[in-house]
């Protein structure tokens, strides 16, 4: 993690964290490992006293199984941009270093400005006012973004129970404003006149109205995350090239469904075909065209 980077999303969740929806949250976590639940105990912990208690505090207690047991000065929170961890600092953070991570004192800023509720860039955030916070708003952002969905397929791409998804649904349903369609063998399908709900959410036309595309950013971050243990691992020492370029092979081979799913543009992943040998730069050059810049 870049100090710099990483103190920004806190300052961020001071002044933003009312719009995290935390059972969402909960149920995105459990299939994480170790290290992500640490680091997001760690960040309810402190949450809890740099702004609602009442809010961050189940999180933090989620997390609680994997809490540090206080020996020793915790693991490096920061990794320097060769990949060797940051001193261990003297003065570590207490909420961080319960949950066993090292990061010297964080003092948030509070220069971070309350989201804009606008109806394109921040769509997710205008329903959450309109609707709450919950499975309802994150359904009608997916049907908002796609011609019409299942209720396992609009599930998957939100992050919720299958069971809270689809009553979710029956419920806005219920409103005529949400409506069904039998696909194949009585497959019904959710979906909406998008020409009304833009017209409503914007106050302006469809065809004046630039929509937003739909980004499965669990999915992506997901893949990322993993892409960057394989970095991690290639960085050891005595390593042959071989077997540096085959753990990153493996790597994208794994994390290949989770770019797709991203809804981001994104280009071929490298293929078979590649040598061992020019792999290493095929797949900087893969990286590199997902983040647009070096």
Known sequence: YEPRIFDEVMDWLVAN??????????????????????????VAAFLMREADER?????????????????GGGQPLFCEKGGNAHPISNKPDPDF??????????????????????????????????FGLGSRAECLVYLLTHDGGHPSEVAKAIGISVRATQDALIELSRSGLVLTRVLGKRKIEYWISHERWWEFLSKASITETEKPIWID?????????????????????????????????DSLDLVGSGFTRSGLDIPPLPGREVRPEAYEKAFEAFIIKIFGAR
Request: net charge positive; proline share 3%.
């Open 17 to 42: 964290g009312s719009w995290i929806d935390i059972q969402r949250l909960r149920g995105i976590l459990r299939d994480k490992d170790k290290t992500t639940m640490n680091l997001t105990g760690a």
């Open 55 to 71: 809010k961050w505090k189940n999180l933090s207690r989620s997390c609680r199984s994997q809490e540090f047991d206080g020996s």
């Open 97 to 130: 270093l319960s949950y066993g991570l090292n990061r010297p004192q964080m003092r948030p800023r509070r220069m971070t400005r309350q989201v804009p509720i606008t109806s394109h860039n921040t769509l997710r955030f205008l329903l959450k006012a309109i």
């Open 217 to 249: 950013w669990v999915a992506l971050y997901s893949a990322l995350s993993k892409v960057w243990v394989a970095l991690n691992e290639i960085e050891k020492e005595g390593i042959t090239d071989y077997m540096r370029s085959s753990k990153l092979r």
